[in-house]
């Protein structure tokens, strides 16, 4: 077999994509290939020990819940094989058994007979058809059941238990970072020097005198082994996750995998060449060939100039190593740069745009998290968090509700514009640390910032997008029609607080002929000019 044809399992587009069952006498090369891939993964070992708890009699249900191509089917293909001869199993509740019936109606039919039996029942299913269920099912008892589930997230009554992929995240912020096992697991599996039936096929084809594609798809595979490239994908994909929202699930990785090396071009130009894999169409939008930096704009300017550059040429010469060979445009170095931006090559020229390729923005978000997520009050975790408070999310909540009377000072709110009159009030908004020890983040893409002012609280979910904006309000920036999502949020706080500023015993107002203080002492009003 060819290294191409083994990689094809990796393909959303093979049949291998989706697990069915099959019998040990049609099993073949294919089959060993993807069991070889098959990494074990925290949910598996939480489904296996409900499972395993089941007795034969046990009038008990489990609900495995996700969305497409998480690994439902996959993990409950291997299960059947282990507990199906006292466990029923529903793999796929997207599927009918009558091609004239409904997913629903099949469902019915399932849940009916798990009622007229005593067997347990294990059921696969995808977030959207619970819902649908909850509400278009015939079984009461079961509707009734995912209902009370969907309403308040509790996984188990007596009867029926819910086990959800969301609950089981495939990227996760602790102490030392952010790690993601899932992906780090799978691009170790299928490069591993020993033991791996795909580098096997791989050091095969290097002994023949191959074609150009196979020779680009060999080098493609090395500089995928290279730990320091397996780092950088991972960082596009949390990169992915945090900026672009987008979920990362076992199906779409191995199909990027697939894409980044058998793709039109060199790994570092299929990273970002976008297409139809979802994770590789939003990691598109960072491609560092988009950059424009006084370093980057630099560098294409010579390369396009044919500018001698004798540093650059020992680099180029060194790509031999890797199997590189015909780089075109300036572009494509520096996909590669950044690809390689971990990594010790040849003279280490591609350092000179360390500091281009830096992710502080995400650098600063992992920070302020790890504060909220781990939060006791410390006087050190408590001075650096009301730094980002005062300096960052105080500051530009400031600044956004004052954007149209920039000269009233920290100390005001603006709560009315009439022309050439403008109300302020004082408002002394601050970090409420009580509220942030109470509180953990549920995911890594978000945390709940919490402030007060006076005797009332507020919450703001802060994501990646948000973080960016308030630092760029900051910065001077106006947030316009492009960050509409960011600014839904923040326009939500902005109101809130202006309408508890309005309770405040002192206002100003300014207008062309000066300003008013105006101050509540007892019943009486005290208006002092200046």
């Known amino acids: 077999m060819r290294l191409k044809e083994a990689l094809s399992v990796l393909s959303k587009s093979s049949p291998y994509a989706v697990s069915t069952e099959r019998s040990a006498t049609n099993q073949n090369i294919l089959d060993d290939v993807k069991s070889f891939l098959y990494i074990q993964m925290p949910i598996e070992a939480a489904v296996n020990k409900v499972i395993s708890s089941f007795g034969a009699n046990d009038k008990k249900i489990l609900f495995l819940c996700g969305s497409s191509g998480d690994g439902k089917s996959e993990l409950l293909t291997k299960a059947k094989v282990n507990f199906g ?111 791996n039936i795909i580098r096997q096929l791989v050091e095969k084809e290097k002994l ?56 039109e071009g060199y790994l570092f130009d299929n990273l970002f060449a976008g297409g139809d894999n979802e994770l590789a169409n939003k990691i598109e939008n960072f491609d560092p060939a988009h950059l424009r930096t006084k370093e980057v704009d630099r560098f294409i300017l010579a390369y396009d100039l044919g500018l001698p550059d004798e540093e650059f040429d020992i680099f180029k010469n060194a790509l031999d190593q890797l199997g590189i060979t015909n780089i075109e445009t300036g572009a494509q170095y520096l996909r590669l740069f950044y690809l390689l931006k971990y990594d010790d090559f040849a003279n280490n020229y591609h350092r000179k745009f360390t500091n281009d390729f830096s992710e502080s923005l995400i650098e600063s978000y992992i920070s302020i998290y790890q504060l909220h997520r781990a939060y006791s009050g410390d006087s050190k975790q408590k001075n650096s968090l009301k730094e980002f408070y005062r300096d960052t999310l105080i500051s530009a909540i400031r600044t956004y509700i004052n954007r149209n009377a920039p000269k009233l000072g920290k100390k005001f709110f603006l709560l009315s514009d009439f022309g050439d009159y403008q109300i302020a009030a004082p408002a002394e908004l601050s970090m409420d640390s009580k509220s942030i020890a109470a ?30 904006l308030l630092i760029n309000i900051n910065n001077g920036y106006r947030p316009n029609k492009h960050d509409k999502n960011s600014v839904i949020l923040l326009d939500e706080l902005a109101a809130e607080i202006v309408q508890q500023a309005k309770a405040a015993k002192e206002i100003i107002i300014t207008g062309v002929d000066g300003k008013y203080h105006l101050e509540l002492d007892d019943e009486d009003i005290m208006v002092s000019e200046g």
């Not at 990169?239 to 990027?256: G, I, N, P, S, V």
């Not at 978000?446 to 990646?464: G, V, Y």
Request: charged share 25%; proline share 4%; net charge neutral.
């Open 439 to 468: 509180s953990s983040p549920a995911s890594s893409a978000t945390f709940n910032a919490h402030l007060k002012l006076q005797d009332k609280k507020f919450k703001l979910p802060i994501n990646i997008n948000l973080l960016s």
């Open 208 to 263: 023949q005198q191959n074609d150009p594609l196979t020779l680009r798809l060999i080098a493609n595979f090395e500089l995928l082994s290279l730990p320091s490239v397996q780092k950088v994908i991972i960082d596009l994909l949390f990169k992915a996750r945090l900026m672009r929202d987008q979920f990362l699930t076992a199906r779409a990785l191995l199909d990027f995998v697939h894409e980044l090396l058998l793709g």
């Open 85 to 195: 001869a006292r466990v029923k199993f529903h793999l796929d509740a997207t599927h009918s058994f009558d091609p004239h019936g409904t997913a629903i109606q099949t469902l019915d039919k399932v849940f009916n007979e798990f009622e007229a039996s005593s067997t347990p029942l294990v059921v696969g299913i995808n977030a959207g058809m619970l819902g649908n269920y909850a509400e278009e099912g015939q079984n009461q008892l079961i509707r009734s059941k995912i209902s009370k589930y969907l309403k308040n997230k509790n996984t188990q009554d007596g009867t029926a238990i819910f086990i959800n992929f969301e609950d089981y995240p495939k990227f996760e912020i602790g102490e030392d970072g952010y790690k993601c096992d899932f992906a780090k697991k799978i691009l170790e599996r299928i490069t591993q020097q020993d033991n």
